[in-house]
């Protein structure tokens, strides 16, 4: 609102329709009958999370709570992908050929990646972690939703201008040789190949991106729009910095880093996911070894495959 703070008698924008206490829940689960007053409060008080109650079980009757957990896990899958076959089951009795059938299958495919649950996959385990989470009122965090969203705009700026280079830098080597037989660090990069760069990066999250959304989101901590603002700007503002001095960063290890960084203010170590963050840092140490493994091994067959012929 600016300067129009200084006029006397304001009226401070709020969301929300009247006097209703909640816009959207930003602290709902599927676990949780009422999680805004079971979990921690603004003040930090801890409290124990309430979980749901689906049956009436006879006391001490465990193997019995965790068939319902079981159960519930897997009709929550199952809701999940039965949804997005649903255009398929309506022509499954229509002939392959069928140009209906045909649509349903490419709609399908071409939104496979966008219709991902990356949200409601989490587990009791992982609802655990979420109820460490200090809770803020959700019309605080509704306000930040746009916020957040031009911060992901310019997340979306920083990876571009940090990854698509990682991508296109060796593409271009590579053309430019052999188009010229010389390539240099001052060789300008085609127009075209920053283009395709783009699309490529736009198709890899279409597509598979889900992947990397479900475990950076929600399997680590519990995200809100204030907090994913926060993780959002200071990667970006990391990423883009770094772009711009030519240091050499990883835009995944530096929104990982933010994401901690975030859930380290709630106060509770017992917030952040560490066994998931612990298979992040082992892909990490992993990758580049198994990859040099993986292409010396190609290497290698290409260079000893059987030939034919006189040998010189």
Same mark, same amino acid.
């Given at each position: 609102?600016?300067?129009?703070?200084?006029?006397?008698?304001?009226?401070?924008?709020?969301?929300?329709?009247?006097?209703?206490?909640?816009?959207?829940?930003?602290?709902?689960?599927?676990?949780?009958?009422?999680?805004?007053?079971?979990?921690?409060?603004?003040?930090?008080?801890?409290?124990?999370?309430?979980?749901?109650?689906?049956?009436?079980?006879?006391?001490?009757?465990?193997?019995?709570?965790?068939?319902?957990?079981?159960?519930?896990?897997?009709?929550?899958?199952?809701?999940?992908?039965?949804?997005?076959?649903?255009?398929?089951?309506?022509?499954?009795?229509?002939?392959?050929?069928?140009?209906?059938?045909?649509?349903?299958?490419?709609?399908?495919?071409?939104?496979?990646?966008?219709?991902?649950?990356?949200?409601?996959?989490?587990?009791?385990?992982?609802?655990?972690?979420?109820?460490?989470?200090?809770?803020?009122? *959700?019309?605080?965090?509704?306000?930040?939703?746009?916020?957040?969203?031009?911060?992901?705009?310019?997340?979306?700026?920083?990876?571009?201008?940090?990854?698509?280079? *990682?991508?296109?830098?060796?593409?271009?080597?590579?053309?430019?040789?052999?188009?010229?037989?010389?390539?240099?660090?001052?060789?300008?990069?085609?127009?075209?190949?920053?283009?395709?760069?783009?699309? &490529?990066?736009?198709? &890899?999250?279409?597509?598979?991106?889900?992947?990397?959304?479900?475990?950076?989101? !929600?399997?680590?901590?519990?995200?809100?729009?204030?907090?994913?603002?926060?993780?959002?700007?200071?990667?970006?503002?990391?990423?883009?910095?770094?772009?711009?001095?030519?240091?050499?960063?990883?835009?995944?290890?530096?929104?990982?880093?933010?994401?901690?960084?975030?859930?380290?203010? !709630? &106060?509770?170590?017992?917030?952040?996911?560490?066994?998931?963050?612990?298979?992040?840092?082992?892909?990490?140490?992993?990758?580049?070894?198994?990859?040099?493994?993986?292409?010396?091994?190609?290497? &290698?067959?290409?260079?000893?495959?059987?030939?034919?012929?006189?040998?010189?």
């Amino acid at each position: 609102m600016g300067p129009l703070l200084r006029k006397e008698g304001y009226k401070l924008y709020y969301p929300g329709k009247g006097d209703a206490p909640i816009v959207t829940d930003y602290y709902s689960s599927e676990y949780q009958a009422s999680p805004t007053t079971s979990l921690r409060s603004g003040k930090g008080s801890l409290e124990k999370a309430a979980f749901r109650k689906t049956e009436e079980f006879p006391a001490g009757d465990t193997d019995a709570i965790h068939r319902t957990n079981e159960a519930s896990d897997t009709q929550m899958n199952h809701d999940d992908q039965s949804s997005h076959a649903e255009d398929l089951a309506k022509v499954d009795a229509l002939p392959w050929a069928h140009p209906k059938r045909i649509y349903a299958t490419i709609k399908l495919v071409l939104t496979y990646g966008i219709t991902r649950d990356v949200i409601k996959h989490q587990s009791r385990g992982l609802d655990d972690v979420h109820a460490r989470a200090i809770v803020y009122e *959700n019309k605080v965090e509704h306000l930040w939703t746009t916020a957040q969203v031009c911060t992901a705009m310019l997340m979306s700026i920083a990876h571009g201008a940090n990854d698509v280079s *990682n991508a296109i830098g060796p593409f271009t080597t590579e053309y430019e040789t052999w188009k010229s037989g010389v390539t240099s660090a001052k060789t300008d990069t085609p127009t075209w190949i920053k283009a395709v760069g783009g699309l &490529g990066l736009g198709f &890899g999250f279409w597509t598979f991106g889900y992947h990397i959304m479900r475990s950076l989101g !929600n399997k680590i901590t519990k995200h809100t729009p204030t907090r994913g603002y926060s993780m959002e700007l200071a990667a970006a503002i990391t990423v883009l910095l770094a772009s711009r001095l030519g240091l050499p960063v990883s835009t995944t290890q530096c929104i990982t880093g933010a994401i901690i960084g975030v859930a380290l203010t !709630n &106060g509770d170590l017992k917030s952040i996911n560490w066994k998931q963050l612990g298979k992040i840092f082992l892909g990490w140490v992993l990758t580049v070894p198994c990859a040099g493994l993986i292409s010396g091994i190609i290497m &290698g067959m290409c260079l000893n495959v059987p030939r034919w012929g006189p040998r010189p």
